[in-house]
């Protein structure tokens, strides 16, 4: 890994630690614990689009590893690697696309995110919590990662943009 690319995996990764901090904040349906925007997967979307698979995994080893250490626990950490490894990998796969948008790509991220969690609190708790609980979380997953993708889709614009501008 050479410098340029050392370094924007580290502005990357506190970017995607800032924004899950933000996220942590923001309560979307207070009444119903462990839903999120997911903002720090805007980093890990672009990733998946900008750069190499295996740096995209790292940012998200990163991520999921120190966010964890510093705003969570280790249960928590067992699902977030849960549902960040099964919904990168589905985000990598639909990126193999011909000309896919970042908006089915973080709709698919979402959805498998969830259903990562899901295997991983069927282990942890037991099957019938999870399952009651899973149709809410599917719901929100879908709808943060059409969200999110419609975001992405935006910057990923000005992204490109400046690089034409910039020959970067």
């Known amino acids: ?3 340029r690319t050392l370094t924007k995996m580290a502005l990357l ?6 924004l899950g901090f933000i996220d942590s ?3 979307i349906v207070p009444s119903v614990p462990g839903i999120k925007l997911g903002l ?3 980093v890990l979307l672009y990733a998946v689009f900008y750069m190499r698979p295996a740096e995209a995994a790292l940012l998200m080893l990163l991520k999921v590893g120190l966010s964890s250490l510093l705003f969570g626990n280790a249960v928590g950490a067992i699902y977030a690697i849960s549902g960040g490894v099964l919904s990168l990998f589905g985000m990598l796969l639909m990126h193999k696309i011909p000309g896919i948008s970042a908006v089915p790509v ?3 991220g979402g959805i498998l995110h969830i259903i990562g969690q899901c ?4 282990f942890l708790i037991s099957v019938q ?3 009651l609980y899973a149709p ?3 719901i929100s997953g879908t709808a943060t990662g059409v969200l999110l993708g419609i975001a992405a889709r935006a910057a990923f614009y000005g992204v490109e943009r400046y690089e034409r501008r910039h020959g970067t």
């Open 1 to 3: 890994m050479n410098v």
């Open 119 to 122: 295997v991983a609190g069927c």
């Open 13 to 18: 990764t506190a970017a995607a630690l800032i």
């Open 40 to 42: 720090s997967n805007l």
């Open 136 to 138: 809410w979380l599917l």
């Open 129 to 131: 919590p999870v399952l």
């Open 25 to 27: 904040l923001i309560p």
């Open 106 to 108: 973080s709709t698919v």
